[in-house]
């Protein structure tokens, strides 16, 4: 177990190392220059030249990535050329809220999705699965800022269950947590219907009947322990593009998260900070699919993961 | 006891009475009845066996009794009577108090009748709670008792365990302990031996007989083995495509059969000792020479400090088949047979030498390893998982020539007919038709026919006629005759089926441990047995005729084989052999 949590983690940071070079390559190749972004509509050439220059923006591509690389290993993820803070320092405010936002959003995602699934499997081949199979096509093909801000209007503007935005209370997380709850079940609750089905058919699972359990007892007992177990790495995968997700709805709510940090850096070219959300995002995912693997030989006793 | 005729003067012991008993599936126009009329009785302390071959409705028959028919079967007409109560009236909830509690059932395949991530002692308390029979400690008690009744050793660690962990034959008896937890007054079994060795058979039959025996427990015993029938049976009903061919009981039923099909059924099962003698055979060339044969798989490390270790699955194998020839090579499930025929075909990386015309096979590659596989083939024990469902018949037989690249398509199309009609599959519309479209039997004659496709001089058939019926057995093994005969085949037949064995080798070896223990010719083998597991192993093979039956008891001891699990670069010796006569040698206790 230790031999391969260790070599999980060389793995990890092996991905976060392309993961911040990739990144620092795409943003180096973007058009758009941070110096004059920075400096104004107005600024002169020789002001932009010196901005560069402070920036380091003027020297070649592999030296600015050794030294951005330097700082990391100490710790240090840069300053904000916007805000003029500590990356770091930005970050750590707004973890608490992404955090909570995340973990609320794929408790629903989980709960609807598997809830879906399992009703889907039920009765299949019937109207009613057939309605949540379309449901669940139309909550993963659409787009979050159009979903967003559809619920917004929906629920916080027409109905006004919600309120319009802001942070602190449950009463505040419920709506953007749903939203992306409904948006990601789909790819949950067609997995669990078809694990399901696959589950039903197990001579196992005739074998429960003949003992006399309840429908009820054989579905919860049997069934879905079963079904469930390829849906714990499924987490593990899906967290990305949660977290891609995370960031529209975040900034549509007006969620003082990272997510909301990343779309307003990426809006003004603020080089560190997109680099530094990216590299905590992809902390966040490596360790989720990390966790992930770990938790599927509890659940499956049949799984080695030094055999694997 | 043990002749129980079911007549009114003894229906104050009938336990279950099926009547009329019509299954259907599906509606209208494709409504297909598949168990038509079906009536029997089965009394307290009795077996009723359901003989038939696969289609005949046997399962279906105890599933409609259970309750637990598939969706698509509607409602079954006629009557299940138990203890006078109408069974097929009963509501889903009524059926569940009498499941487990009263009527018990075991299933065909114990590898996955077992909840995978449930462990064994939380499976059987489950039933015990369900039912309400005991809580707490003596529900504990209860359930090692039972453990222990079916004979599993250490039991407490068991309890603990996940199915996996356990072998095929002990997790048998983990169902059958379970379903034995709250003493029905009736067990169905379903098959319960067909996918074990033929001692783990003895051994699982003989605890259903004891706990029959102490419980008074009426067994409905379904199966398609007429050995197990005639060990087992009071009363037999014969089935054959959802109808009832004939009742009777078990003496009636071997000594004076009623029905054609029940005449036709005993006559196909292959009997050990019933072989007609071999003609006297001249010496032929060697076609296949293996010499110290060993495979070794390496075990991955639990920990970083673990020394390295291999499974050493065959260990120096020693044996020639001749031009003509069939050599049997028999064993059970884990013994290297099946790993030592895919040695033969170059499939896995093995040391030693395998000759195959005189030409050593070892590390070979890429064209040279392809020139040697045109005579060198193999024939697998599934059909069904033989053959690429999307590909037809004619893709499937004709693949071979394409593979190295012999005639062009119209060449091509004109062998596969010629092939499938050697086969005994001559139809025109053959070659353009679906595996699934075809029987098992068929199946293995179009696996057959593509083994032949490029006219090989070996074929490695592994458990070919394993999962078919017993009458397409024999068409099967006949064909095979046939070719031998006509092409001059040597055949490597790999087999658990003594009678099988009897029936098609000149040779015979027996495996056990991944080594040969015993090796000589068919009669030297099977009928003067010399080595303590050969003479264990001929001892369990079921006999399908009366007063045969066999010494049970002796074959409850397990026959241990070595561990197979060796440090990395253990050198393991060869065994040394005694020559008892001429070509019939046997392993020296070491």
Same mark, same amino acid.
């Given at each position: ?111 609807? @999705?598997?809830?879906? @699934? ?20 139309? @909550? ?45 079940? @789909? ?122 | ?590």
């Amino acid at each position: 177990m230790t031999i391969y949590i260790l070599r999980r983690l060389a793995y990890a940071i092996l991905i976060l190392l392309g993961v911040s070079f990739i990144t620092y390559l795409l943003l180096y190749l973007i058009p758009a220059d941070p110096a004059r972004q920075l400096a104004g509509r107005s600024a002169t050439p020789e002001t932009i030249a010196n901005i560069r220059a402070q920036l380091g923006l003027d020297l070649p591509f592999y030296q600015q990535y050794f030294q951005y690389l330097m700082n990391l290993l100490q710790g240090d993820l840069g300053r904000s050329y916007i805000q003029r803070t500590e990356v770091s320092a930005l970050i750590g405010s707004r973890l608490s809220a992404s955090s909570q936002l995340l973990v609320w959003g794929i408790g629903f995602e989980l709960l609807i @999705g598997i809830s879906l @699934g399992v009703l889907a499997a039920l009765k299949r081949n019937t109207a009613l699965d057939r309605g949540l199979m379309a449901f669940s096509f139309v @909550g993963v093909s659409s787009p979050h800022f159009i979903a967003s801000m559809l619920f917004l209007y929906l629920f916080a503007v027409h109905l006004e269950w919600f309120p319009l935005g802001g942070y602190g209370t449950t009463h505040h997380i419920l709506l953007p947590a749903i939203t992306l709850g409904i948006l990601g079940s @789909g790819w949950y609750s067609r997995m669990v219907r078809s694990s399901m089905i696959e589950a039903l058919q197990q001579d196992f699972i005739r074998t429960a009947h003949s003992k006399g359990l309840t429908r009820v007892r054989v579905i919860f007992r049997h069934v879905l322990p079963n079904a469930i177990i390829p849906v714990i790495p499924m987490v593990g995968i899906d967290i990305g593009i949660f977290i891609g997700g995370l960031v529209v709805v975040e900034s549509v709510f007006g969620w003082p998260g990272l997510g909301q940090l990343a779309w307003q850096a990426i809006q003004r070219v603020d080089i560190p900070v997109i680099v530094g959300v990216t590299m905590v995002s992809a902390v966040v995912i490596v360790l989720a699919n990390l966790i992930a693997d770990l938790l599927v030989p509890l659940v499956d006793p049949r799984i080695n993961l030094e055999k694997s | 006891m043990s002749m129980t005729v079911p007549d009114s003067a003894q229906a104050g012991k009938t336990l279950l009475s099926v009547e009329n008993l019509s299954i259907e599936f599906g509606q209208g126009q494709s409504c297909k009845r598949v168990v038509d009329d079906l009536s029997f009785n089965l009394n307290r302390s009795e077996t009723l066996c359901i003989a038939g071959e696969s289609g005949s409705g046997k399962s279906l028959s105890a599933l409609a009794i259970m309750g637990l028919l598939p969706k698509m079967a509607r409602t079954p007409s006629g009557a299940i009577l138990f203890h006078n109560e109408e069974l097929l009236s009963k509501s889903e909830p009524e059926m569940q108090n009498i499941r487990a509690k009263q009527i018990g059932m075991i299933f065909q395949e114990p590898m996955t009748s077992l909840n995978p991530i449930m462990r064994i002692g939380d499976q059987m308390m489950e039933t015990l709670k369900r039912h309400r029979i005991a809580s707490g400690d003596a529900a504990w008690q209860h359930i090692r008792s039972m453990l222990d009744a079916v004979r599993i050793p250490k039991v407490s660690e068991r309890l603990r365990q996940y199915p996996h962990e356990l072998s095929g034959g002990l997790r048998q008896r983990v169902m059958i302990a379970m379903a034995m937890l709250c003493s029905p007054q009736i067990l169905i079994a379903d098959e319960p031996t067909t996918a074990l060795d033929v001692t783990i058979q003895a051994q699982i039959l003989e605890l259903i007989r004891e706990l029959q025996k102490e419980y008074q427990t009426g067994v409905l015993m379904i199966t398609h083995d007429m050995g197990v029938v005639a060990e087992m049976a009071d009363n037999v009903v014969v089935m054959n495509r959802g109808v009832m061919e004939e009742t009777a009981p078990i003496r009636t039923l071997f000594s004076n059969p009623a029905a054609a099909y029940t005449r036709q059924l005993l006559a196909a099962v292959p009997r050990l000792g019933t072989a007609p003698p071999l003609s006297e055979r001249p010496e032929r060339p060697p076609v296949l020479e293996v010499e110290n044969l060993s495979v070794r798989y390496p075990m991955r490390k639990n920990s970083l400090f673990e020394p390295p270790r291999e499974v050493h699955a065959v260990d120096h194998v020693n044996f020639v088949l001749h031009e003509g020839e069939t050599l049997g090579l028999v064993g059970e499930s884990g013994c290297g047979k099946s790993t030592t025929g895919r040695a033969l075909m170059s499939m896995l990386n093995f040391e030693g030498s395998i000759k195959v015309l005189g030409k050593d096979i070892r590390g070979l590659k890429g064209s040279a390893l392809k020139a040697i596989r045109q005579d060198i083939q193999m024939v697998f024990q599934d059909p069904f998982a033989a053959l690429n469902p999307r590909k037809t018949i004619a893709e499937l037989v004709g693949e071979p020539f394409l593979i190295h690249g012999r005639g062009n398509s119209e060449e091509r199309k004109e062998r596969v007919a010629q092939l499938l009609s050697q086969v005994g599959l001559p139809e025109a519309d053959a070659m353009t038709r679906y595996p699934h479209q075809f029987s098992g039997g068929q199946r293995q004659r179009i696996c057959i026919a593509r083994a032949l496709a490029l006219n090989p001089k070996i074929i490695v058939a592994d458990e070919p006629v394993s999962a078919l019926d017993v009458s397409v057995q024999a068409q099967v093994l006949d064909l095979m005759e046939d070719l031998q005969s006509q092409y001059n085949l040597s055949y490597l037949f790999i087999s658990h089926d003594m009678a099988v064995i009897e029936r098609l080798c000149h040779r015979v070896a027996v495996m056990f441990g991944g080594r040969i223990v015993e090796i000589g010719s068919r009669d030297q083998v099977l009928h003067n047995p010399q080595h303590p597991y050969t003479q264990h192993l001929l001892s369990a093979v079921p006999i399908p005729a009366l007063d045969s039956k066999r010494d049970f008891r002796a074959l409850l001891e397990d026959s241990k084989a070595p561990d197979p699990i060796k440090p990395k670069g253990y050198q393991s010796k060869p065994s040394q052999y005694g020559e008892i006569n001429q070509g019939h040698w046997v392993a020296l206790e070491a």
